[in-house]
């Protein structure tokens, strides 16, 4: 199947600080990436979805001024934790689309303390 | 709404047992239907993936398909306790939508 890559795969940072989450599609375009988070125990939860050359469309609720996505190219996509704090940590799964599979990142585990 | 069902389980089958795990969709226009495992702490990883009625057979996986009443199952034949996880399953709609909806996935414990 087709590999993504996902970076950093955990970070620490404080409260106020931004954070960078890079998703690449190394051996595949990806016209389509997909942002989502997990809290421990429960289901994934879609944030965004990216399109290269286009913004984002976000899910209602999350709010884009704290969650800055950039696809830039087909085979990278960037989400920014903006102030981030400490109810933002969870784990952040980038996912790309193949068509008409998806495949998803390792994932980001993100706390901010 | 579109709408993935699956029951969160436990599931809890025995090491060499056939693990059989369900969902049903409320669009019926679905065309794009997939299976993803999710160890615990990690990423889904995607496992199978089938686009019309029937079976598609591949290694110890199974995936049985049956739009008419809008079910899709996985079936693990001789698992094994590394089988152990949670199982997502995934339906994209008709026209091409690329969003897939998931469900909330299924506990599989394969116990020796």
């Known amino acids: 199947g087709a590999v993504v890559s996902q970076h950093p795969s955990r970070v620490i940072c404080k409260s106020g600080t931004s954070v960078k989450i890079e998703c690449r599609s190394l051996d595949f375009q990806a016209t389509t990436m997909f942002w989502y988070r997990q809290f421990p125990k429960q289901s994934l939860m879609l944030m965004a979805t990216?399109?290269?050359?286009?913004?984002?469309?976000?899910e209602q609720g999350v709010e884009k001024d704290k969650f800055l996505i950039n696809h830039a190219s087909l085979t990278l996509s960037t989400l920014t934790v903006t102030s981030a704090h400490p109810e933002d940590s969870s784990f952040y799964i980038c996912?790309?689309?193949?068509?008409?599979?998806?495949?998803f990142g390792p994932g980001t585990r993100l706390t901010v303390t | 709404q579109k709408e993935v069902e699956q029951n969160s389980g436990p599931l809890s089958v025995p090491e060499g047992a056939i693990a059989s795990l369900n969902c049903t969709y409320s669009?019926?226009?679905?065309?794009?239907f997939f299976w993803y495992r999710q160890y615990s702490g990690k990423s889904p990883e995607l496992i199978m993936s089938?686009?019309?009625?029937g079976d598609k057979e591949d290694g110890r996986f199974t995936a049985q398909l049956n739009k008419a009443s809008q079910y899709v199952s996985l079936l693990i034949r001789d698992s094994q306790p590394s089988d152990s996880a949670t199982y997502l399953c995934a339906v994209k709609g008709a026209g091409g939508s690329y969003i897939p909806t998931f469900g909330r996935g299924t506990s599989l414990i394969v116990h020796p």
């Open positions: 669009d019926r226009g679905s065309q794009s």
């Open positions: 089938i686009y019309s009625n």
């Open positions: 996912s790309a689309s193949s068509f008409p599979e998806q495949y």
């Open positions: 990216s399109n290269e050359g286009s913004k984002a469309t976000y």
